[in-house]
């Protein structure tokens, strides 16, 4: 089984920053991709940035040139460099993980969230 714990969430004003955290444990054997959604109330969750095992990147419309996701492979960690925050930025922030596992078994994992708020 793998646990995947998000951490650095918060309240900030509008147009501050944030970095969030994500990390993966268990027995890993291989970790493929790590992405980071987010959902607001009331609203489907989205996707916000996605990582490869290569370290190919992807973000959603709403966050390029604001976010920039990295990882850690040692640490099966990821994390969200979240600058220019905006109120519609508000949302919880879920961590997710893939991969193989003991066993060579897949593992498909998340976290269970950070509250990002966004208010003056």
């Known amino acids: 089984q793998v646990l995947v714990v998000e951490a650095g969430g918060g309240l900030v004003q509008p147009g501050e920053s944030l970095r969030l955290s994500c990390a993966a444990s268990g027995i890993i054997l291989r970790m493929n991709a790590m992405r980071w959604y987010r959902q607001a109330p009331g609203k489907q969750r989205e996707l916000v940035a996605s990582?490869?095992?290569?370290?190919?990147?992807n973000y959603g419309d709403s966050v390029k040139g604001r976010f920039t996701i990295s990882r850690d492979n040692a640490q099966h960690s990821i994390y969200l460099q979240m600058n220019s925050l905006q109120p519609e930025d508000t949302a919880a922030y879920y961590c997710?993980?893939?991969?193989?596992?003991?066993?060579?078994?897949?593992?498909?994992?998340w976290g269970q969230g950070t509250q990002v708020t966004v208010s003056s």
């Open positions: 990582i490869s095992s290569d370290d190919t990147t």
């Open positions: 997710n993980a893939e991969g193989l596992h003991s066993a060579f078994r897949r593992f498909n994992s």
